[in-house]
């Protein structure tokens, strides 16, 4: 059972649920737990902020949640992400294949319904990183503005329907580059390569982080999607050296 998360405090969430709930066909299984049904996808109403999950409100294998984007630019965004903190090396199980699987039907959808709005990849950032199973965020932002336009969500709410379907690639890990992470997200569009965790130039990125990224990576990693132009040369000369002894192919 693939399980989305929409929190009830957060109304980008609530207007991705409302999508979801008109144009697919969801059905009421119970509301103690608020929770709704499509095939082998639930959807679930939470009381508290997604971020702050400890616990899933009903068993399932992998966990994709609706949720607002907040930035200063206010620009119109839609961001896919995987969840953790990078400053802790607390991070969440990441699901390339959804991730990619959620850009992609992003990427299409937007053209259709939001053409003025951003798609994006975003660096690993922010909660929950407890649960043991892969969490993957669709995100609209970066305003209230952009949180209440049913075309964004909609294009959200299609996106998350498309990941509980993920598609075929080779599993990655993203180093370096800034917090929206162009260039992993142009891989991901253009190539065979699934990222999930994206462990951005800003983060002090060390051998236990990048072991516990692929750790904490569904499948494992194949091979790592190197943005050496968003790094400096020491930077770059340490993951390289990182990755080497790791026996991963570097892209």
Not at 14 to 30: G, V
Not at 97 to 105: E, G, H, P
Not at 120 to 132: C, F, N, R, V, Y
Not at 140 to 167: H, L, Y
Request: glycine letters at 6%.
């Amino acid at each position: 059972m693939k399980l989305i998360i929409a929190s009830a405090r957060d109304p980008a969430a609530q207007n991705i649920a409302a999508q979801l709930l008109e144009f697919f066909d969801f059905e009421r299984q119970s509301s103690e737990p608020d929770v709704y049904v499509h095939g082998d996808v639930s959807l679930a109403i939470i009381r508290t902020e997604a971020i702050e999950l400890a616990e899933l409100p009903i068993a399932a294998e992998e966990v994709i949640v609706a949720s607002r984007h907040a930035s200063e630019s206010r620009r119109p965004t839609l961001t896919v992400h995987v969840p953790g903190d990078l400053r802790s090396g607390e991070l969440a199980v990441a699901s390339p294949a959804t991730v990619k699987a959620a850009l992609q039907a992003l990427a299409t959808a937007r053209d259709e319904l939001a053409p003025r709005y951003d798609v994006s990849l975003e660096a690993t950032h922010h909660g929950p990183t407890k649960l043991d199973e892969p969490v993957t965020f669709v995100e609209v932002g970066s305003s209230p503005a952009q949180w209440r336009d049913e075309k964004a969500a909609s294009a959200a709410a299609r996106a998350i329907m498309a990941a509980t379907s993920p598609v075929e690639g080779r599993n990655a890990l993203g180093l370096g580059g800034p917090h929206y992470a162009p260039r992993h997200t142009e891989a991901v569009l253009r190539t065979d390569l699934c990222i999930g965790h994206i462990l951005p130039s800003y983060i002090d990125v060390d051998r236990g982080l990048v072991r516990k990224a692929i750790a904490r990576t569904r499948g494992g990693v194949e091979v790592v999607a190197l943005d050496c132009k968003g790094l400096s040369g020491e930077q770059r000369r340490r993951l390289q050296a990182i990755i080497a002894e790791l026996g991963l192919q570097t892209i």
